[in-house]
């Protein structure tokens, strides 16, 4: 593995899949390693890239091999003697399995693209420039002066070199292609490169365990400050009774306290993590008693529940990649519901005065 794919390296929050990889994986977006870079996508919201050509490549492909499909299989169906009378109705149904099978690889296509959250950088005149000096003069990703089967690598290369530029990121690209990788690595600023998805993969993982125990750390070294934010959110909570008959008059938090906080998930501007916290509850409450007789009527009891629970939920933490130092911390969910088991202690009338 080449040092431009070192885990010190921060995950890229794009990944770019040349025509080649979608070809070799048979366009099968279902299951397989494709459908493991989707997953990996969504769990570490990293989005792919793509462009136009590279787009109109992959469809153009999936037409391609459909028909490549059907004629092989009717070219055996014909060999087989024994029902070569049947072939020409036969030939139909094929048609229609040839337009049903590039259909279907066709809209697994635009379900990958929308899962990956798929980002289409569009090729302005700008770039179509740059890929014309290129085709001119035989920089890569050109093999050579005026070598046309390169230009749909050229224009995607630019492409996303200027989505680069633009936006002041680096992508990961994942190509099998010599020529073209040859061409990226050039460009280690602006990419970091992969001969197929397993490499990308492992290298999300090494970044994932890498990141991991430094966000143990950071939960570690920030457990007050945790505990603070995620005790200011704790207005509004849900009380409900393990008895039947309380009401809710009002309460208060007399204390709180951290008691878990563990990693979840890692993404390209941080993390977020689970928590949870117990938190003691005073809650006034009131309950009607049914009367004894006449002389000791029914009527509406008051008292307390001083009880400790627990709440639940997740916070993110946002991280500054030019300082390490400085942190955001957000309640991205809390459970709020809260039940409380405890039997009410009635309130002598002197607490009431």
């Known amino acids: 593995m080449e040092s431009s794919k070192s885990v010190e390296k921060s995950l890229c929050k794009y990944v770019f899949l040349d025509t080649q990889v979608h070809d070799s994986q048979r366009n099968n977006y279902r299951e ?40 092989n299989l009717l070219s055996a169906i014909k060999y087989s003697q024994w029902i070569v009378d049947v072939v020409k109705n036969i030939s139909a149904d094929l048609k229609t399995l040839e337009e049903n099978f590039d259909i279907k690889h066709k809209q697994d296509l635009e379900i990958f693209l929308h899962k990956t959250g798929c980002h289409i950088h569009p090729t302005g005149d700008k770039i179509m420039k740059e890929v014309l000096q290129a085709y001119f003069s035989g920089d890569p990703p050109f093999k050579s002066r005026k070598n046309k089967p390169d230009l749909p690598d050229a224009i995607a290369f630019f492409t996303l070199k200027d989505f680069c530029s633009s936006n002041n990121v680096q992508i990961a690209v994942i190509t099998n292609d010599a020529r073209l990788l040859d061409a990226f690595k050039r460009t280690a600023d602006h990419f970091i490169s992969f001969k ?136 991205d969910y809390m459970y709020k519901n809260v039940l409380l088991n405890e039997e009410a202690h009635e309130d002598r009338d002197e607490e009431l005065d």
């Open 196 to 331: 197929d998805i397993p490499e990308y993969l492992a290298h999300v993982a090494a970044i994932k365990d890498r990141d991991f125990l430094a966000h143990r750390q950071i939960i570690t070294n920030n457990w007050d400050f945790i505990l603070d934010i995620v005790g200011s959110k704790l207005d509004n909570l849900d009380i409900s009774f393990g008895h039947n008959g309380y009401e809710l008059r009002e309460y208060r938090i007399e204390d709180t306290d951290l008691v878990s906080c563990e990693v979840a998930n890692n993404y390209p501007d941080g993390f977020s993590a689970s928590f949870r916290i117990d938190v003691r509850v005073y809650a006034e409450v009131s309950w009607y008693e049914s009367g004894h007789s006449e002389d000791e009527p029914g009527g509406t009891t008051y008292g307390h529940i001083d009880e400790t629970c627990t709440v639940d939920g997740f916070i993110r933490v946002y991280l500054d990649p030019k300082n390490s130092s400085e942190i955001l911390i957000e309640v």
């Open 32 to 71: 397989g390693q494709l459908h493991q870079l989707q997953v990996s996508c969504i769990d570490h919201e990293i989005k792919t890239i793509s462009t136009e050509i590279t787009i109109g490549e992959i469809s153009d492909h999936i037409t391609r091999k459909s028909k490549e499909v059907m004629e």
